[in-house]
């Protein structure tokens, strides 16, 4: 996921990276996540191109330059083509930097508190020539430091929430992928480690499941609600150097649990997590 301005020609890009690029073509729409994820572009560059989804996918895509002209149907990939885009095309997530001037207060405030290299965003096509939906590409706020890519979060500070920094970086850390934390007057910040994932877990070991299940209790965090049996696949967990991981964006809104309340937590996380677990043949 590293963006680099080394370009490439279109004869170098493999035919299933043209066949996204001939999809995206058809028309597209960028989406941004609404977990906790704060805007990438700053609202008067956003207010600049008007309202509503349209307008917002133009903003995005002139903040992307060379590359947006690529994806909003430029005749040839030639011109912009950078190593960024060419992951996005192979169905590969891929980091984009964007001028400091357009991004977001909370974005460059964000990147401030975490020394980044650069701030932008994370793009991942999602899907293509979609009937309902037309073609759709997932973006993320993010940062990149030392080549690696965190995701930004950022939630209000409750008041009734006293722990510090370091309690609640190390509560995320027992059950999302690595982040670090920042705090202002108001809100919590967070950079959360992404990583490129193999899709969606079908299902899952006992070794997985019983290292999961020791970490969430560690972790007295009230994630993984909308966990159901008849769920056809466990869509907010990652697996991340052979461990599962919480990848929604709400787990910096999560509820520390009361003492009283991890018990019956944990054991309904296991009840439900127990489904999905692989059955050993003979």
């Not at 982040?179 to 079908?202: M, N």
């Not at 009361?258 to 997590?273: F, H, I, S, Y």
Request: glycine share 6%; proline share 4%; aromatic share 6%.
């Amino acid at each position: 996921m590293e963006n680099n301005p080394n370009n490439h020609s279109k004869s170098q890009l493999s035919p299933e990276a043209i066949e996204t690029l001939s999809d995206l073509h058809q028309g597209f729409n960028i989406i941004q996540a609404t977990d906790c994820t704060p805007p990438i572009l700053s609202r008067p560059y956003r207010v600049s191109y008007g309202v509503g989804l349209e307008e917002q996918n133009n903003a995005m895509t002139a903040a992307l330059g060379e590359s947006g002209e690529v994806l909003n149907r430029a005749e040839t990939i030639e011109s912009g083509d950078s190593a960024a885009l060419s992951e996005l095309l192979e169905h590969k997530p891929a980091f984009f930097k964007i001028g400091t001037s357009i991004l977001s207060d909370e974005l460059r405030e964000a990147s401030s508190l975490f020394d980044a290299d650069d701030a932008g965003a994370i793009l991942r096509v999602a899907f293509t020539g979609n009937s309902m939906y037309g073609s759709k590409i997932d973006s993320f706020p993010a940062i990149k430091n030392n080549e690696v890519i965190s995701r930004i979060l950022v939630s209000k500070r409750h008041e009734s929430d006293h722990r510090s920094k370091e309690e609640i970086e190390k509560s995320l850390n027992y059950v999302t992928l690595p982040s670090q934390v920042a705090l202002t007057e108001d809100r919590v910040i967070a950079a959360v480690r992404f990583v490129e994932d193999d899709g969606q877990l079908k299902s899952i070991t006992q070794s997985e499941l019983d290292d999961w299940m020791g970490r969430y209790e560690k972790a007295g965090l009230d994630v993984g609600n909308d966990i159901s049996t008849k769920d056809e696949s466990l869509d907010n967990f990652i697996l991340y150097r052979g461990a599962l991981h919480w990848c929604d964006g709400d787990v910096l809104v999560a509820r520390p649990l009361d003492p009283q309340e991890t018990t019956a937590k944990v054991e309904a996380m296991r009840n439900k997590l127990q489904h999905f677990v692989k059955v050993a043949s003979s």
